[in-house]
């Protein structure tokens, strides 16, 4: 059983930064592929960015590709999400997943990780 905690969340001004960890406990860690997703009020989860077991692969939506960055340290069991150049549509709550495996695979629908993270609010203000 893993458990994932997201931390580095808050409030920001439009075109500011932030940067979340997600901190994992419970297994191998360089044996998942990890994902960040964020859910606002009202709408649907949505995929955010991915990385495999060894960041060698990373993938991002075109909402946030070039502003976000996806990296792990498997050394400290965790995962992060750089966010720069922040918008008021990425305000949200941002959640970290897990699943096992390993190889160049990513994952980037919710339904592929199973394990998950309880959140951390973003909100960047205008």
């Known amino acids: 059983q893993v458990q994932l905690v997201e931390s580095g969340g808050g409030l920001v001004q439009a075109g500011g930064s932030l940067r979340l960890s997600c901190a994992a406990s419970?297994?191998?860690?360089?044996?998942?592929?990890m994902g960040w997703f964020r859910q606002a009020p009202g709408k649907e989860r949505e995929f955010v960015a991915a990385?495999?077991?060894?960041?060698?692969?990373?993938d991002y939506p075109d909402s946030v590709k070039g502003r976000f960055t996806i990296s792990r340290n498997n050394a400290k069991n965790t995962v992060f999400l750089q966010m720069s150049r922040l918008k008021p549509e990425d305000t949200a709550v941002y959640l970290c997943?897990?699943?096992?495996?390993?190889?160049?695979?990513?994952?980037?629908?919710?339904?592929?990780?199973?394990?998950w993270g309880q959140g951390t609010q973003v909100t960047v203000s205008s």
């Open positions: 990385i495999n077991w060894n960041g060698g692969v990373t």
């Open positions: 997943a897990a699943r096992l495996s390993i190889g160049n695979f990513i994952y980037t629908q919710d339904y592929e990780y199973r394990y």
């Open positions: 419970g297994g191998t860690f360089n044996q998942y592929a």
